[in-house]
């Protein structure tokens, strides 16, 4: 079955950094797009960002763009999302999804405070 496995979170400073990874398994991981969500106290479930299966094209939410970075090792079946320059705002549950197989992971909890 499908799986989706996410570590990397904790507690950061504001203007911190945060690596978060996404381990995949039971389904063909290079052949589908895959994206981050999150969700937080303030906007609730918010789309972060999207990659597509190469990894050639990415899209972010404005709120993000310019911050965070999404990536992929296709060899490795893993989902990368570096966060720059964290705000407060970013605080929040980070989950992986595969959005066309309707699949999501348990999500890391990632907190911003000083």
């Known amino acids: 079955q499908v799986q989706l496995v996410e570590s990397g979170g904790g507690s950061v400073q504001p203007g911190g950094s945060v690596r978060l990874s996404c381990v995949a398994s039971?389904?063909?991981?290079?052949?589908?797009?895959m994206s981050w969500v999150r969700q937080t106290a303030g906007k609730g479930l918010e789309w972060v960002s999207t990659?597509?299966?190469?990894?050639?094209?990415?899209t972010y939410a404005d709120s993000v763009k310019g911050r965070f970075t999404i990536s992929r090792d296709n060899a490795k079946n893993t989902l990368f999302l570096q966060m720059n320059d964290l705000k407060s705002e970013d605080t929040g549950v980070y989950y992986c999804?595969?959005?066309?197989?309707?699949?999501r992971g348990q999500g890391t909890q990632v907190t911003v405070s000083s």
């Open positions: 999804a595969n959005d066309g197989r309707g699949a």
């Open positions: 039971g389904f063909p991981f290079s052949a589908d797009g």
């Open positions: 990659i597509s299966s190469g990894g050639r094209t990415t």
